[in-house]
């Protein structure tokens, strides 16, 4: 089995007991307590870790930019983690994270990298609610008894728009089309990312398309729930109330793939097609989005192709 293969069962079998792994690492001191709080991203958003490369500074750009790097030929921007999140490092920026995300490859600075665990996603829950700022999406609880370690889970998306701002075409019907559902039927979405989900309603206003959205894998379950209890009762097909789901991967409490694995599972639901879309990007990842059931698989983020994508989606389910 080669190793992109390997990779794509290992991933499927965590998505089955709906676990992930989680890389863990210190960014330095937090102002004012001066504690080394633990930060992390998805192990499978890390295409490798090196020591800090030599750097060469960009003139004009972002103080939270350090710089672009030369790793193994490409040449990619490094942003400052610490500088986003308010930390001061002690020991400097001595490692740097390679990440493939949303279609793009970038460097993290980071002090220390603590390490890799496996983890429930029922032991990750939504940090909305629980702080102001957008640059953590979710709180991982990394020991199982009460009052263990915490780590912050952070937001690369958000993260990555508000430093590396990308050049989009605007979002409006000319773009996306429109999307005809059955009367009284909406699109349920699920991201816990606040600028994804900004980003996803202003694509299903564009479609005008009516939609549901949700911050977890967890809370879409429980709409499909309601909608198939709604649609037993007045003797309808649950596709007359929820004629789509647009879900992420990576959610607290309930991960895209165990969502899509119990939709498809469910003699009531699973004529519902089920998009994924990810800033999990590249062939292995659709391959393995494949393999859980979805329907169809989408990049993060161009507003024209999750429109050409879920239309496929629902011809497809339809034919």
């Excluded at 090196?50 to 990619?76: F, H, N, Q, W």
């Excluded at 490092?89 to 665990?117: S, Y």
């Excluded at 939504?126 to 009460?146: M, N, W, Y």
Aim: hydrophobic fraction near 45%; aromatic fraction near 4%; glycine fraction near 8%.
């Amino acid at each position: 089995m080669n190793s992109d293969q390997h990779d794509i069962e290992q991933r499927v079998r965590l998505a089955g007991s709906n676990m992930f792994e989680l890389l863990l690492f210190r960014l330095g001191s937090t102002p004012g307590t001066g504690a080394r709080e633990l930060y992390g991203i998805n192990v499978f958003k890390v295409r490798e870790i090196v020591a800090m490369p030599v750097l060469t500074e960009l003139a004009g750009s972002s103080d939270k930019i350090l710089g672009v790097a030369d790793v193994r030929g490409e040449i990619i921007p490094v942003i400052d983690l610490a500088k986003v999140t308010g930390c001061v490092p002690r020991e400097g920026n001595r490692i740097l994270l390679v990440t493939e995300f949303a279609r793009t490859t970038q460097g993290f600075a980071v002090e220390e990298v603590d390490d890799i665990v496996r983890l429930e996603w029922n032991r990750v829950l939504s940090a909305e609610g629980h702080c102001s700022g957008k640059t953590v999406t979710s709180i991982a609880r990394l020991d199982a008894q009460p009052g263990g370690r915490l780590a912050q889970v952070l937001d690369v998306e958000q993260i990555l728009r508000d430093v590396l701002p990308a050049s989009e075409p605007e979002i409006n019907e000319e773009n996306t089309g429109r999307l005809a559902l059955p009367p009284g039927a909406k699109v349920l979405a699920a991201d816990d990312s606040g600028v994804a989900r900004a980003l996803i309603g202003e694509s299903l206003n564009a479609m005008g398309v009516p939609y549901i959205m949700a911050k977890t894998g967890q809370e879409a379950w429980e709409v499909l729930e309601r909608a198939n209890e709604k649609a037993a009762k007045g003797g309808k097909k649950v596709t007359d109330h929820i004629a789509l789901v647009l879900t992420d991967l990576e959610m607290p409490e309930m991960d895209g793939f165990t969502l899509t694995r119990k939709i498809k599972s469910a003699a009531e639901l699973q004529a519902i097609p089920v998009v994924i879309h990810s800033s999990l990007s590249g062939a292995a990842n659709e391959q393995h989005v494949r393999k859980v059931g979805a329907n169809a698989y989408v990049s993060k983020f161009v507003a024209a192709e999750l429109a050409a994508v879920m239309r496929q989606a629902m011809s497809g389910a339809a034919a």
